[in-house]
């Protein structure tokens, strides 16, 4: 296995480890466990962090830390290192809180990671939020991370592996505000009073609309204090908020990232532009970020989205707007009405007995009121006839021959003339 040894940063031994995949040739596409291979012994006072780091920043709240960081009652906060000590710890008793509660089982192999590196390990987590509640359909959680000289990054968690959580995401189609985005503004206004530094703000899909959300609507003399807002993948906004004075202000400080094949990141109105980066998986897998690749200090870079980053777009944009707000609020909770019918709090315990599931939802629907079931398949026909309707986008080829006249119908146009 080549490894490069790079010495050009004074006072640092960098290294880079160049992997080739075996029997192809081909270059082993890095993601962000290299780069804690490459530069997780740079300390942040040695190297200021870069959008990578961000990205990891954002994927920090997603670690089930319940009884791990302290609250937000306080400003008491734990070491990174510490965390992930505790962390292994509760993940080897008898009973393992933690593996519930996993939404990605890469992160479990990150926070130890975390936890070993020298770049992170010293970092400070406080403020830990984590708050379920069905009965206000509501899924919102976020922790505070400090650092050297004056950090402060806020990291908003996106949607969870519960059902409400989803539940809340199809109320964004028809709310102007869900209570997530109402908890975010609260807690970063708290982090503000507890805290004086200036902030960074960051969150990977839902967690990166929270963060813009929260930093539109705070308090006047909070935003003036924000710097920067990392996104990763996430949904934009209804025009009530896309047109908001708070919005207005801090939209040029938003850094927004989606892979090339996004479809998360593409729903709702966005206003800016954003920065493409490579994914290797496909379709909607490329929301994972653990698949996104990283070069040194930067991820991997393109120019623009796929055709079916576009499609999808396209569709689901005009899907959601050729429905009603009626419409979608009737679609969205029959659709929860059916999941909840299986008794699954979660989709690990919905997709553990998918038989059994699948027929506790197929008879809540049919215990439906017509109206219920008619908003069901009037809703996957509209988004059907979206689709068809965008079908050009995929194939742009076959649009551009539909359109082309044939070579007699051009010789017969040039001969009218010379006929007549």
């Known amino acids: 296995m080549p490894v490069l040894e790079l010495h050009g940063i004074p006072g640092i031994y960098l290294k880079m480890t160049l992997l080739f995949s075996a029997g192809s040739g081909g270059v082993y596409m890095a993601n962000i466990f290299d780069y804690l291979e490459w530069r997780g012994d740079i300390r942040q006072d040695q190297i200021p962090f870069n959008t990578v780091d961000y990205l990891i920043l954002s994927r920090i709240s997603y670690l089930p830390f319940d009884g791990i960081v302290p609250d937000d009652s306080g400003t008491e906060s734990i070491t990174i290192g510490e965390a992930a000590e505790l962390f292994a710890k509760l993940r080897s008793g008898k009973n393992n809180p933690i593996d519930p509660h996993i939404i990605w089982h890469d992160d479990i192999p990150f926070?130890?990671?975390?936890?070993?590196?020298?770049?992170?390990?010293?970092?400070?987590?406080?403020?830990?939020?984590?708050?379920?509640?069905?009965?206000?359909?509501?899924?919102?959680?976020?922790?505070?991370?400090?650092?050297?000289?004056?950090?402060?990054?806020?990291?908003?968690?996106?949607?969870?592996?519960?059902?409400?959580?989803?539940?809340?995401?199809?109320?964004?189609?028809?709310?102007?505000?869900?209570?997530?985005?109402?908890?975010?503004?609260?807690?970063?206004?708290?982090?503000?009073?507890?805290?004086?530094?200036?902030?960074?703000?960051?969150?990977?899909?839902?967690?990166?609309?929270?963060?813009?959300?929260?930093?539109?609507?705070?308090?006047?003399?909070?935003?003036?204090?924000?710097?920067?807002?990392?996104?990763?993948?996430?949904?934009?906004?209804?025009?009530?908020?896309?047109?908001?004075?708070?919005?207005?202000?801090?939209?040029?400080?938003?850094?927004?990232?989606?892979?090339?094949?996004?479809?998360?990141?593409?729903?709702?109105?966005?206003?800016?532009?954003?920065?493409?980066?490579?994914?290797?998986?496909?379709?909607?897998?490329?929301?994972?970020?653990?698949?996104?690749?990283?070069?040194?200090?930067?991820?991997?870079?393109?120019?623009?989205?796929?055709?079916?980053?576009?499609?999808?777009d396209k569709t689901m944009n005009e899907w959601i707007t050729g429905l009603t707000p009626d419409q979608r609020r009737q679609f969205s909770d029959t659709i929860y009405t059916m999941l909840t019918a299986t008794d699954s709090q979660t989709l690990q315990e919905l997709t553990s007995s998918r038989l059994k599931n699948a027929i506790a939802m197929v008879r809540a629907l049919r215990i439906a009121g017509k109206s219920d079931r008619a908003a069901v398949g009037g809703a996957v026909t509209a988004f059907l006839k979206a689709a068809r309707d965008n079908m050009k986008t995929l194939f742009p080829e076959r649009e551009k021959k539909k359109h082309k006249p044939s070579v007699q119908a051009e010789a017969d146009r040039a001969e009218g003339p010379l006929r007549a």
């Open 111 to 312: 926070i130890a990671a975390l936890g070993k590196s020298p770049r992170f390990s010293g970092l400070k987590l406080t403020r830990y939020v984590n708050i379920v509640d069905t009965a206000q359909e509501k899924q919102f959680s976020a922790l505070t991370i400090l650092g050297c000289d004056n950090f402060l990054f806020v990291s908003f968690r996106g949607t969870d592996n519960t059902i409400v959580g989803w539940k809340e995401d199809f109320n964004m189609s028809f709310l102007s505000n869900i209570p997530a985005q109402k908890e975010a503004v609260e807690y970063l206004n708290g982090t503000a009073r507890a805290f004086s530094e200036n902030m960074k703000l960051g969150g990977h899909s839902k967690g990166g609309n929270l963060a813009i959300y929260a930093a539109s609507f705070c308090g006047e003399d909070v935003r003036s204090r924000i710097t920067d807002i990392y996104t990763q993948d996430s949904p934009g906004f209804c025009e009530d908020v896309l047109s908001a004075a708070g919005y207005l202000e801090i939209s040029g400080r938003i850094h927004a990232f989606v892979p090339q094949g996004s479809v998360v990141g593409m729903l709702f109105g966005h206003t800016g532009n954003y920065t493409v980066v490579k994914s290797t998986e496909k379709g909607i897998l490329q929301h994972d970020i653990y698949s996104w690749e990283v070069i040194r200090d930067d991820m991997v870079r393109l120019e623009t989205v796929t055709k079916g980053s576009t499609f999808m």
